[in-house]
């Protein structure tokens, strides 16, 4: 499986972006799909995760209620909403994708990753 993150960029605090994320190639195998990002000398961290059926999700505490997480089947694509932003959501945004049927939250767990896109909030 190939992923491919894209819509990442500058954005003032309180602002808005949604990242995609593609898929291509044995797709079926990318049955949960998340979100983790990455600032310099710290973990890849937990954001979101959606399951295949897009009725289970799960958020990091800190961005519950302001980033929504989705997924289009067909178009084989996920997407992370991002609204309210501010300048501690600034990070490297990775997409991931996991075989298994139950929604992890450690990069560990994770067999698929995309290229990563950078998100700056400005304050």
């Known amino acids: 499986v190939q992923l491919q993150a894209s819509g990442g960029g500058l954005v003032q605090a309180g602002g808005s972006l949604r990242l995609s994320c593609a898929a291509s190639?044995?797709?079926?195998?990318?049955?949960?799909m998340g979100w983790f990002r990455q600032t310099p000398g710290k973990e890849r961290e937990f954001v979101a995760a959606i399951n295949w059926s897009g009725r289970s999700t799960d958020y990091a505490g800190s961005v519950k209620g302001r980033f929504t997480i989705s997924r289009d089947n067909a178009k084989n694509t996920e997407y992370l909403e991002m609204n309210s932003l501010k300048p501690e959501d600034t990070a490297v945004y990775y997409c991931?994708?996991?075989?298994?049927?139950?929604?992890?939250?450690?990069?560990?767990?994770?067999?698929?990753w995309g290229q990563g896109t950078q998100v700056t909030v400005s304050s």
């Open positions: 991931a994708a996991s075989s298994g049927w139950v929604i992890p939250l450690s990069y560990r767990e994770y067999d698929y």
């Open positions: 190639g044995r797709t079926g195998v990318s049955r949960v």
